[in-house]
């Protein structure tokens, strides 16, 4: 009774209509074309300016549903079947919040025309899951409309995509049962007051947000070296921290950091849904000169970085947030994109260390993010050679060292290349290295940043440069922005992460989703409201947490910290103060690959303000149970 359609449909065609005279797209994603679809913003999907979501995913055509049909919409999620956590939809015409209850597969409690189906990831969903609107619901049976699944049209004169077979068993339980053996159904989710049978939004145990800072035991033999010399990226490790050791500080070299099971889920959940969250600000910004033009940016290079963005092809691999954890939850303060650092402390050095010191009771919270950065990599475009760009920097050196191995385990060739040494023009303006490979990928080390500098220099006081472009000649010394700003050249962080990584994103962000469990109040004036709670004081452009100020309730300078960026234009967000343990203040980051949650790690200091020189150290994670045990 599944009613799959088999016919594959080009990316974009009509399948069918839902009821309400919704239309239901194919998304078939591979039959693409790049001349309707040339742009990345092409499939981005609204009515009436409010967002819809991803053209044509399911996500999407239940979001549409509902606004058509009623006039309100859920909120945004990382994943199809984040939307079971929800309890609440936004109509759009009041501003009010209406109740959506979430009923499990086998409640007392129907579903009804436009209860939203929830499928879990995994199986044929895979990481997503997948959600589908109820258009009929029989005994026996239940009809389901949705976008992609299946790509064919509908059968004609039927409202509906599949119907599914369904069992109400005596006591008036009713079970949906899933055309896909290897996928299963959550529930529904029904707009109604009526909580009777529904799923109650479990209350977190707050003390399974805390951080615990733990001594490993020595081992057999403590001072045995445990990083491998034969790997590169490890030897240089090993040079710049003067030894086998994870953290600069003596008397903590057997020190880690403890989160609950529960803490990393909502670690990886708040990574998914922020980076959703910021790229829907980034493509906002970028519609929008009054916006854009706070963000400081050298005017000749905004149409590159709205090229950038547009281009479906200009894709993330990888990313940082950095959150402060406390017993109220989670709070970002800011999305490096750009040039993020500590992927190979998090992804290589961490578990090694957890390996030396014999952890077996307990999990690294990187183990995965080496694995996800290669797929990143294999996911990508990037076809041939990657020439990856680093400065002089023991940090920068073994930083790109480890990322040559995930592409090396991606099966892509690269090359490292210290500053722009050996990179030349040949006699048609193709960039070749010294052993004549032309550059056409890059993965780099630097920041972008670092190249508008040069541009800024070149171009703020020339109205001629209404747009800047690298210009060549033979024997010409090439510079970085001459490297990173090339028409045929891709770079990795592309350059539209100028946007997401800028502070002046955050206000944007407390603008378009006010209140925000994961954001904090932020704005490009010091308000009443700011005041109150206290702030923070960041250049809107900065690295490594400099020209960072933190006032108190009663507007007194708690601390503040030096560096190149005092001239930068300025934005204030609200106060939130690291969790102090022991005697660290302790910052959770959360990296992505290809955009989604990929590991964990911590960064600590003394200080109030975390920044370059700030430690690294361990983080691990056990089962809720025994850390609520472990005294």
Request: aromatic share 12%; charged share 20%; glycine share 6%.
């Amino acid at each position: 009774m599944s009613n799959i359609p088999n016919t594959t449909q080009p990316f974009g065609v009509l399948l069918g209509y839902a009821p309400g005279g919704v239309p239901a797209y194919s998304s078939d994603y591979d039959s693409a074309s790049t001349t309707d679809y040339p742009k990345r913003s092409s499939y981005r999907s609204y009515i009436d300016g409010v967002y819809m979501g991803y053209k044509w995913q399911c996500v999407e055509f239940a979001r549409r549903w509902m606004y058509i049909n009623y006039g309100y919409i859920f909120d945004d999620v990382a994943m199809a079947y984040d939307i079971f956590d929800l309890r609440s939809v936004r109509h759009l015409a009041s501003n009010n919040r209406l109740p959506l209850n979430a009923f499990r597969n086998g409640s007392k409690s129907h579903p009804v025309l436009g209860s939203l189906l929830i499928w879990q990831e995994g199986g044929e969903f895979e990481d997503t899951g997948h959600v589908a609107v109820v258009t009929e619901v029989k005994p026996n049976y239940i009809r389901i409309a949705e976008q992609n699944v299946g790509h064919g049209q509908w059968q004609e004169g039927q409202n509906y995509a599949r119907e599914l077979s369904a069992k109400t068993t005596a006591d008036g339980e009713y079970w949906v049962k899933c055309s896909y053996g290897d996928a299963e159904i959550l529930g529904w989710m029904t707009q109604t007051d009526d909580t009777r049978h529904a799923e109650p939004r479990p209350a977190k145990n707050t003390a399974l947000r805390a951080i615990k800072s733990r001594h490993a035991e020595a081992s057999s033999s403590p001072r045995r070296s445990w990083l491998n010399m034969a790997n590169n990226d490890e030897a240089a490790f090993v040079e710049m921290m003067g030894g086998h050791f994870l953290t600069t500080s003596a008397p903590d070299q057997s020190r880690y950091f403890l989160l609950s099971k529960t803490a990393i889920d909502d670690l990886e959940y708040a990574t998914n849904e922020l980076h959703g969250l910021f790229m829907h600000a980034t493509d906002y910004v970028l519609c929008h000169d009054d916006l854009l033009a706070k963000f400081n940016l050298p005017k000749a290079i905004l149409p590159k970085i709205r090229q950038s963005w547009d281009n479906r092809l200009n894709q993330l691999i990888t990313s940082r947030f950095d959150f402060a954890q406390t017993a109220d939850g989670l709070k970002v303060y800011e999305y490096n994109c750009d040039s993020a650092s500590c992927y190979m402390e998090a992804g290589k050095v961490q578990g090694k260390w957890g390996q030396h010191y014999q952890l077996t009771d307990s999990e690294d919270a990187g183990k995965a993010l080496f694995h996800d950065l290669s797929r990143a990599w294999e996911k990508s475009h990037a076809k041939g050679l990657v020439h990856i760009l680093r400065d002089h920097d023991p940090e920068e050196e073994y930083h790109a060292l480890f990322i040559q191995q995930t592409l090396e385990a991606a099966g892509i060739a690269s090359k490292i290349i210290i500053q722009l040494e050996g990179l030349a023009w040949d006699k048609q303006g193709t960039i070749r290295d010294q052993g004549g490979d032309a550059v056409n990928w890059v993965w780099k080390t630097w920041s972008w940043e670092t190249a508008l500098d040069q541009i800024r220099a070149e171009c703020e006081d020339d109205a001629s440069h209404a747009v800047f472009e690298p210009q060549w000649s033979l024997g010409k010394p090439l510079r970085l922005s001459d490297v990173l700003l090339r028409k045929n050249i891709m770079v990795f962080e592309p350059l539209w992460t100028l946007i997401p990584s800028n502070k002046a994103i955050l206000p944007v962000l407390w603008q378009l989703f006010p209140n925000h469990p994961l954001l904090l109040n932020s704005a490009f004036e010091l308000t009443d409201e700011l005041k109150a709670t206290g702030y923070v004081e960041k250049p809107i452009v900065g690295r490594c947490g400099a020209n960072i100020a933190l006032f108190d309730r009663d507007q007194q300078l708690l601390e503040a910290t030096s560096g190149g960026f005092a001239q930068q234009e300025k934005i204030y967000q609200q106060f939130y103060p690291l969790p102090k343990v022991d005697k660290y203040y302790t910052q959770v980051c959360t990296f992505t690959a290809s955009g989604v949650y990929a590991g964990s790690c911590v960064r600590v200091d003394t200080s109030m303000v975390i920044n370059k020189n700030s430690d690294c150290m361990p983080l691990r994670y056990i089962s809720d149970k025994v850390f609520l045990n472990d005294g």
